[in-house]
């Protein structure tokens, strides 16, 4: 979506485009517990997206009838984000196993990183697992994502956008660029589109676009937050299988 496109877009109204901000804020929260019986939630019991691999500009979204479907960019309002690591040991694809360290917070890790080594607690950022070199090509080893829970359509429930190294530095810029304006995260609906990059090494590979479609009101804010708070619960249990490797680089 071109950003004239974006800035045109005709306004709706919050609860008409996003009906679950009518209903009782503690609403979602409650289905979201009867159905998963006390159980904490994963990446796998939410809709999840990812950015697709070797330069594809377009999403490809699972349609109500359960079946793939191109799309040419996700449109909603970020509720919350966060940025997480995972590495396991041997096997870069652990098939849903824990992660042999991880970290909540991209600051600090908790596990161990070699076959034999101790599980102990190490700043992420001096870890030899999540220097450049460390993995294939010049990758890390133990790579940061950035997750995402965007509330999109007439859902109840956000849908989890995990963006690799390239597209969350482009994220990053996007959002530090509304924030220096004076944007919270959440006081914006945005649409989210996919380019083609190419790395120093030739490969190419996809990186987000997002857009701002517009700023929401003071009262559309007001109501956005109540029902963010009750699912807050939500995302701070929510875990990730991060276990895929970026098709960048």
Known sequence: MSKEKAESTALVPLEKKYPVLCQDPEKALAIIQQVMGGAEMNEFDLEVIKVPAGGTTFWEIINEDGEPAPLQSIEGIVLHQSRRRSFWLGDEDPDGSP????????????????????????????????????????????????????????????????????????????????????????SYEVSISLVKQTSSGGKEYSCVDPRKLRNLSKEEQETLLKYAQSLRPVFEHVSADMSAIDNEG
Do not use: H
């Open 99 to 186: 992660p042999d360290c991880q970290s909540s917070d991209c600051i600090t890790g908790i596990g161990k990183i070699e076959e034999n080594g101790e599980s102990t607690q190490r700043t992420c950022k001096s870890c030899p697992k999540a220097q450049f070199g460390s993995g294939k090509g010049n990758t890390q080893s133990c790579q940061p994502k950035t997750f995402l829970f965007i509330l999109r359509g007439d859902g109840y429930l956000p849908s989890l956008m995990i963006l690799p190294v390239m597209s969350a530095k482009a994220w990053t810029k996007f959002i530090l660029r509304n924030a220096n304006k004076g944007f919270t995260l959440s």
